[in-house]
């Protein structure tokens, strides 16, 4: 069964920082491109980064550009999301996914609260 666990989300300020992980199991993770999604409440599924399988090639939202980072560690069978200068509107429920486009299935996500 395919599994993710996010964690690392939190409350911060603008201008803050945050590190997301994600633990993948029930798939050979190192052989997958993996992605982030976000939930905004009252505002559709967005798209953030995605990760080749072999960690050397990024995508980036617009909207994230220049301020997320996304990596992976394939022998951990993790995901990680380095978020700086963080703004209000990332404020989301951030969810890992396997392949590009981030679809279902999802774990239970971590919750990113951004305070201006």
């Known amino acids: 069964e395919v599994q993710f666990a996010e964690s690392g989300g939190g409350t911060v300020q603008t201008g803050g920082s945050l590190t997301l992980s994600c633990v993948a199991s029930?798939?050979?993770?190192?052989?997958?491109?993996m992605s982030w999604v976000r939930q905004a409440p009252g505002k559709e599924l967005e798209w953030v980064s995605a990760m080749h399988r072999d960690g050397e090639i990024a995508y980036y939202a617009d909207s994230v550009k220049g301020r997320f980072t996304i990596s992976r560690d394939n022998a951990k069978n993790t995901l990680y999301l380095l978020m700086t200068k963080l703004k209000p509107e990332d404020t989301a429920v951030y969810y890992c996914?396997?392949?590009?486009?981030?679809?279902?299935?999802w774990g239970p996500g971590t919750q990113v609260t951004v305070s201006s």
């Open positions: 996914a396997r392949g590009y486009s981030g679809a279902p299935p």
């Open positions: 029930g798939f050979s993770f190192e052989n997958h491109v």
